[in-house]
């Protein structure tokens, strides 16, 4: 068996590191994107649809009579 040096170990590091974190729980990764992107949308076509408060017509003001 071959063993590892200690500098070829550190050059590997990097891509070992990104291959567990992106292949470890997929599906959860992937939910959790196509949520956000989810969420996102429906904030942004919100607030494309809302109008602004100074867009609004005012109410009259109330005077009060006694």
Do not use: C, G, Q
Not at 11 to 29: C, D, G, H, I, M
Not at 47 to 64: C, D, I, K, Q, R
């Amino acid at each position: 068996m071959k063993r590892l040096s200690l500098k070829n170990w550190r050059a590997n590091l990097p891509s070992f590191l990104f291959a567990r974190l992106t292949l470890e729980n997929w599906r959860v990764k992937l939910m959790s994107v196509l949520l956000a992107t989810t969420v996102w949308y429906l904030i942004k076509k919100n607030v494309a649809t809302t109008p602004l408060p100074s867009e609004t017509s005012s109410p009259a003001p109330v005077t009060e009579t006694r």
